[in-house]
């Protein structure tokens, strides 16, 4: 089973910084998506950005766009999630996620449904 591990998480004042980081245990095999999610308290969890496996294009939810990036890196098999102009409501618990498809076409990135390997999450909060 693979394993995802963040790590980069903690709190900061709106208007600033932090840099996510998910490194995974091993390959993985047929893997379509690199993603983060995030859920907040009492919200369901949702799609923030991902990065195509073999294509590199990147995507990005509406609320996060212009502000985060996505990145990779190939050699050591870890991905990125870069936050500038954090604002209170990015508080929220981030998954890293990935999305493989050993049978089936590769989903929608923002499906959570078709995510095989999450993250044990790392917490985010942007105060005022």
């Known amino acids: 089973q693979v394993q995802l591990v963040e790590s980069g998480g903690g709190s900061v004042q709106a208007g600033g910084s932090l840099r996510l980081s998910c490194e995974r245990s091993?390959?993985?095999?047929?893997?379509?998506?690199m993603a983060w999610f995030r859920q907040a308290p009492g919200k369901e969890r949702e799609g923030v950005a991902a990065i195509g496996a073999s294509s590199g294009r990147t995507y990005y939810s509406d609320s996060v766009k212009d502000r985060f990036t996505i990145s990779r890196d190939n050699v050591k098999g870890t991905w990125y999630l870069q936050m500038n102009s954090l604002k209170p409501e990015d508080t929220a618990m981030y998954y890293c996620?990935?999305?493989?498809?050993?049978?089936?076409?590769?989903?929608?990135?923002?499906?959570?449904?078709?995510?095989?390997?999450w993250g044990q999450g790392t917490q985010v909060t942007v105060s005022l």
């Open positions: 091993r390959v993985i095999n047929d893997l379509c998506y």
């Open positions: 996620a990935a999305q493989s498809r050993p049978y089936f076409a590769c989903g929608n990135w923002y499906d959570r449904d078709r995510i095989n390997n």
